[in-house]
């Protein structure tokens, strides 16, 4: 199973945590800090996973951002680098060529696709438009929630006036 | 203003993006990452605005501030334990958005030790059962990741329902959550394990691999309880092509396959098929781990894996060069072969420029490392590791230390050449390593006596090399080599030139534990040199019985006779000072050769006999060096060195005594005080030249406690019994006679127990006394007294005899260590002294290998005791598979939600628990039955023969009739 997904920037900041192990506060700023310095550093023509704390880190660049996964010993890392690259791709497909910052102003979008693929560190939906179809119909409850709500403010507004 | 905060805050609060636009202007002002003092002035005023804003009544404030504490807690960590409630508070939102933030942040900000996680449980309940599959989904997401064993007790039922729900997502999160659920509350297992067995025959992928992947998952922990599934995990090896739930099949057959060798015969075919067939990597290599790892036995599954590896190596992508590296590593043990097919790809990736690789290189090529090779193996691993940066540097020399040392040195065979591999290890520029060399310097020169000689030699050349005491990492090898000189002095052919080389100047680079042990071999060396002064006849016997018992046993009288037919006084300057070193070359180049021994002999004895004047020069020369270099010391703060350097002044005293008294002819004019000093001398050098066995790591426990010594008491206490007198706690010389010590041994312990049965009162004076007398001896350990005791003083002829043959000597070793061990002896490999760590060490091992069996194997026997106890409803650590027992009592809450099921699994269980290894089985068969008995003989392609059918329809009537009588055990028919 997947025990965390971190999205790390080359300049180190985080962009998104996703814990499904259970890791304290503390230990959680420890790993990031840890694993930005073992990752970060690596060229280019390296493979893509790291030992680490007897667990292996499964990470992949895209541009500036750094898709990192953690797994156990015996997991197979070419199956995650795989839901890493099905991830990005559900993202490009969702954000219209996504980039860095599509995912800092959205994070929450980010964190609603990434739940939508795995469920307790077990990927979920490997058909990439299934995802897209769930997020476009959350999204549409949202909307027309949102609508209501902007009218209702409205309202409000126009009667404080 | 009245109610105006509310209001003004929805209508001028900073939304999401403001927020982070705004970090994102500070950290540029400020040119560097969050958590300075400007973007975080910045942050915790955004933090107080939140807590503002969360409080507003208006749904969409609160969202957005809770959305952007949200932001903040997973992005900068900010603590927002605070907020938990808000979050709760949303999650009961109406407005969808509202309701996904709040869930979000209790997703991402919840743990165990959240106090009102409870209260979210009632909403959860209520979302679960939603009719909005979208909240159900939200729900689930959300429980997988907060899950708590209360949450997961209270929502069992929920989640059992949802386990059936048409929506093909929500059932799939739902199976995804149960894995979590059964974790943190496993009663949750009988329930639900049936809906999730039934699940595996799903016609949607989709489910089938989250099914697996639970699967997958609980099999990891507990593979046995599974057993009985394999017929379904076999039919979707066959007949999936997704490659998804292939690797999670793979992977619980990876599990599998060790406990049922038959299951092995029956995968290995569909495995290789695959293998041969797909052309997903990801799947490929899941083939060829299941076959390294689980099916080592089909030679033919091997081979091919084998091929697919050097696929994977020729491949240029670092991914698959690293992995197919990690294959070899794991068929390395069972095929040495596959590793040496690709000897060169292992080798060429030595010098990758992933340090992975390089490392999965190393251990591969340490992996190939047998007696033959080992040699070679070193000395290509060693030059590159001159070459290499220090990292991968110091990695090669610990896995060569490593490698060699495994198993008491098994892979070694010249000992020679090992030692000097050592000595060349610590003049590599970047080795770090000095602790482990220490230890193995240390530890070879005491369990293998014939490489003494060349252990002393490599020492020397360390020792006499100042450039090496600038490295710091270097001196605890210094540390080791000193000791083996002055421990191991006789084999040393030039002591004058040691005893230089121990007390250079640049000592004083050495850190004081160090310098320390210097001091001491200082000592060692001294205390020889002056023994050979004064007793050159009884040096000589001691050393030729010495050197010759290890060469010829017949030599030895020989050369006694021949000495003491001479009067010797041996003594050259520098080159050959000590004779018994003179004879150690030969024994290594002669062999047998006796002749050349005794004419070698001869010819020291007569140049010996030429240069006897020299002798008094040399040692007063010796002396004066000594002095002249530690009488500084002799006030250095350092309580070891101090203490050291005090003895070798105190020793330098005695000998100048003698050796003044020496200026009148030293024939037959000793007086009384002369004779004392020689005594003292020869009596010191007796304990310094006993030997140091290598001490059982069990030794310890098996020194008696001495009645009434009290280790916990306070230590304020001590300072009373110790204030009149200092133990001399590292002097490691006791001024007595190692004989009446001997004697003492078997008393020792009684006047000990004596003693301690004083009363306390006395017993201050009385325990100083006795150390006093017995000093370093104080405690009677068995093994530190015993042991040594039997290797008699060098010199003494007589005794040397009962330990002449190395063969006898080890019995005895033996039968001291009490418990039985291997021999050790092969012939053309010298001895290697074992204690009975050996035996321990294999035990571990062992364990280890057995691990996995043992946890199983204590479920079954939970199992069975808990059958015997009849059903008590317990929480029981070895969870899934024990839980999957059935109890009735703990149904109850349950019966009215799911009535027929759980009745029927508890029908089951009791009838499984019957037969324990087959318990899933049953349960696995019946429900099969219950659902499509019909439809199953239909499949051909199942393993399973066509007999358990007939079982399927009895269990069929037996659960209509729901009062069963025992079943005879189901044979786990899918083997057959």
Redesign the interface.
Known sequence: MIHFVLLISRQGKVRLTKWYSPYPQKERTKVIRELSGLILPRGPKLCNFVEWRGFKVVYRRYASLYFCMCINQDDNELEILEIIHHYVEILDRYFGSVCELDLIFNFHKAYYILDELLIAGELQESSKKTVARHIAAQDSLVETAKEQASSLSNIIAEATK | MAGGPS?MD??FQRS??DL?KGL?LHNLAAGT??GTPESSTFVSKSIDEVRREIKST???TKTTAL?KL??LH??Y?I?MSWAAFHAIELSSST????K??GY?AA??SF??STDVILLLTHQLRKDLNSGNP?EV?LA??TL??ICTPDLARDLTPELFTLLNSNKG?IK??AI??V??VFELYPDSVRVCFKRLVENLENADV?IV??IV??FC?LA?KEPRSYLPLAPEFYRILVDSR?N?VL?KVL?IF?KLVPLEPRLGKRVVEPICEHLRRTGA??LA??CI?TIVCSLTQHELAVKLAAEKIREFLTEDD??L???GLQALAAIAPKSLNAVVENKEVVIKSLSD?????KFEALRLVMAMVSEDNVAEICRVLINYALKSDPEFCNEILGSILSTCSRNYYETIVDFDWYVSLLGEMARVPHCQKGEEIENQLVDIGMRVRDVRPEVVHVGRDLLIDPALLGNSFIHRILSAAAWVSGEYVEFCKNPFELMEALLQPRTNLLPPSVRAVYIQSAFKVLTFSAYFYFYPEEALAASISEVGESVHNGWCEQSSDSVSGQTVTFSEPDEGFNPRMLHQPQKDASGNDGKKMISDLEQVSSCSVKMGHFTKDCLVGMVNLVESTLRPMAGSHEVEIQDRVKNVLGLIELIRQEIHGCLVPKEEENDRGELKACEIVRVMHNALSEELGPVSLSAQGRVPLPDGLELKENLSDLEAICGDFRIPVLSSFSLEKPRSLEKDVVTVSDQQNEEECEPSSESTSLLTEHRKRHGIYYLPSEKKEKVPNDYPPANDLSMQDKVNDEADYLVKLTEKSLVPKKKPIAKPRPVVVKLDDGDRIHINEKLTELKEDLISDAVQEVLLGNQAVASSSRTDKSDKSSNRRSRKEAFRPLESNADSTTVEIAELGNKNSRRIKHRTHGKERSHRSSKKATGESDRSDRPSSSHPHGKHKSRQRADGMENVAAESPVIPDFLL
């Open positions: 209001l929805s209508l999401l993006e982070i994102r990452a969050a208006d749904q969409q959305q949200t932001y997973s992005l960590a603590d407005i969808f958005n509202s996904r933030t979000l997703s991402i743990n165990s979208h989904s689930l997401q997988s990741s997502f799939k999160k995804a959550t894995l979590r989709g691999s989250a992947g639970v998952e990891n997704n998804w690797i992977k990876a990597k990801s290599f899941e781990r670092p991914n060069k690293y992995l420029e992933d340090v992975n690789i």
